[in-house]
């Protein structure tokens, strides 16, 4: 199967499981054009939620995350039910699935339970991406998610992806070019400027276009922090799917970690080479400096 056919399979179980719901529930049919919601509050309209205070309470409860995690304090059942639910106590598992799910898609944030007794949970990236696109240490939303759907967009391409494409994508979990929100503020400058900047990715014109177009590779940083691997294991989680499942690029997943392994053992066999045999001199052998 090619590159494009995997990805094609990608979107097709994304929207599939789009169709489902918006057949299934009725009340979400009623809400307005999917271009006019916030990213959080558009990706929560897809899911199998009762009313629409059900939806709200969970919007809430993914900002009340979001500002958690910026703060890096733990979260309890208790605060949740104290704060967010409240009177909606009967549908907290409901509220709570559904947020956590958004926090991973968008956020790239687990909430990871590590007190059952008291339901304590903490607050942890996916990806071991350093960027968290917040504005300062202390404002914004990490949005690691976000460019970790964007990375296994390019992946599944070919390793390059039209800027098309990438929209394509976003536009399924609430993502718009020109529609501000309190997840990414201004996304279309998030993705062609910010990750650029950062070297998350590299935007390259098209040789030839016309109008001008673009596409996306993966930058130094992005190559650095993270793996085809673990990116398809994110997207493969979001589209509801296993990474198997994409077979060639699972084979290209499974070379790219032998390769990076191979680069690992070499380069310590370069900086930590085996020390000269020295018996019988009264000198002290020197210290190896890599060269520059």
């Given amino acids: 199967m090619s590159h494009r056919q995997q990805h094609e399979q990608g979107l097709k179980a994304l929207k599939e499981k789009e169709g489902q719901v ?26 199998f939620l009762l009313n ?35 009177e909606y106590k009967d549908y907290y598992s409901l509220i709570f699935k559904h947020a956590c799910e958004c926090m991973e898609v968008v956020f790239g944030i687990e909430i990871k339970e590590v ?30 998610g976000l460019l970790a759907l964007i990375l296994g967009v390019i992946f599944m391409e070919g390793n390059r992806a039209p800027e098309k494409k990438i929209w394509e994508v976003l536009n399924m979990v609430g993502v718009y070019p020109d529609q501000h929100d309190f997840i990414c503020g201004n996304p279309r400058k998030f993705i062609t400027e910010d990750l650029v900047l950062e070297k998350y990715l590299e935007c390259k014109l098209v040789s030839r276009s016309y109008p001008p177009t673009y596409e996306f590779l993966w930058g130094p940083r992005a190559h650095a922090e993270s793996s085809k691997m673990k990116v398809l294991q994110f997207f493969s989680k979001v589209a509801g799917s296993n990474p198997t499942s994409f077979t060639a690029l699972y084979k290209e997943a499974l070379k790219d970690e032998e390769e990076r392994a191979r680069a690992i053992l070499a380069s310590t066999s370069i900086a930590s080479p085996s020390a000269p045999d020295n018996s019988g001199s009264g000198e002290k052998p020197s210290s190896f400096s890599h060269p520059k």
């Fill in 115 to 144: 007190d059952a007794f008291n339901h304590s949970y903490e607050l942890l990236k996916i990806l071991d991406l350093t960027y968290d696109g917040r504005l300062s240490e202390d404002e914004g939303i990490p949005r690691t």
């Fill in 22 to 47: 918006w057949e299934m529930d009725p009340v979400a049919k009623h809400v307005g054009n999917p271009e006019e919601r916030p990213a959080a509050v558009a990706y929560l309209y897809s899911k």
């Fill in 52 to 86: 629409s205070q059900i939806r709200k309470k969970t919007t809430d409860l993914v900002k009340f995350l979001s500002f958690k995690y910026t703060r890096n304090e733990p979260v309890t059942e208790a605060d949740i039910l104290k704060n967010v639910v409240q």
